[in-house]
């Protein structure tokens, strides 16, 4: 069973620089891959470039997992990244959008994204 890490705000931001990059990489690929999708006839799922394209993207994915943050857009389209946290005793999730310059909104885990709210000034 694989443990939950657990980031404090300032130790997500420090994963910043490299999980921008990855959501970029991911974003750029997905962007690529629906392209070449609606060009090609024929199944897609038989199309190998189709294929390598999903086995990079699933790659970038594995790759956050591994820092302890889970990508969680799966429209492709805004780069949504969680990063387990405890604020205020409860488990919770940090946060970040591709359109965001930092990591400043948290949500309770079983509210989701549309119920973001400022993380506290003490836990900055």
């Known amino acids: 069973m694989i443990e939950t890490k657990y980031f404090t705000p300032t130790e997500a931001k420090k994963t910043l620089p490299l999980v921008k990059q990855i959501v970029q990489d991911i974003l750029d690929t ?4 629906r392209m070449l999708a609606g060009e090609i006839t024929g199944p897609v799922e038989e199309n190998a470039a189709i294929q390598k394209m999903a086995g990079e993207v699933n790659k970038f994915i594995i ?10 857009d799966w429209n492709f389209s ?4 969680d ?3 405890v604020i205020n005793g409860e488990e919770v999730l940090l946060c970040w959008r591709s359109d965001e310059d930092d ?3 948290f949500h309770r885990i079983e509210d989701g994204y549309s119920a973001r709210q400022l993380i506290p000034e003490e836990y900055l």
Request: proline content about 4%; overall charge positive; glycine content about 8%.
């Open 30 to 33: 997905s962007r690529r891959l």
């Open 63 to 72: 790759e956050l997992e591994d820092i302890g943050c889970y990508f969680k």
């Open 78 to 81: 805004i780069g949504l990244v």
């Open 83 to 85: 990063f387990p946290s």
């Open 103 to 105: 990591i400043k909104y």
